[in-house]
Nanobody, 120 residues
């Protein structure tokens, strides 16, 4: 059983910062990519940032220059550093992992989500 446990969400004022963490545990053979998605009320879930096993990163245009994704392979943990937060960043943030539990058994896994609210 693979588990993704997110932490670090909360309430922050505009211009503030938060750091999200997502720790993977369970039967993991290899991790191909990890990422963060977000879903605002009434809207579809969208990619915020992703990082491959080789360290290549990809960001949504709306967060470029403000958010940074990183990973600690030894800890099977991915982070999202969010700076200069705006009210429009308010959403539930979900961690995602594209991984294999064994050779040939590759799938996508999701965390439970963590609320980020940017408001004064």
């Amino acid at each position: 059983q693979v588990q993704l446990v997110e932490s670090g969400g909360g309430l922050v004022q505009p211009g503030g910062s938060l750091r999200l963490s997502c720790a993977l545990s369970g039967r993991i053979f290899s991790i191909n990519a990890m990422g963060w998605y977000r879903q605002a009320p009434g809207k579809e879930r969208k990619l915020v940032a992703a990082i491959t096993s080789g360290g290549s990163t990809n960001y949504a245009d709306s967060v470029k220059g403000r958010f940074t994704i990183s990973r600690d392979n030894a800890k099977n943990t991915v982070y999202l550093q969010m700076n200069s937060l705006k009210p429009e960043d308010t959403a539930v943030y979900y961690c995602n992992a594209d991984l294999s539990i064994a050779l040939g058994f590759r799938n996508n896994y999701w965390g439970q989500g963590t609320q980020v609210t940017v408001s004064s």
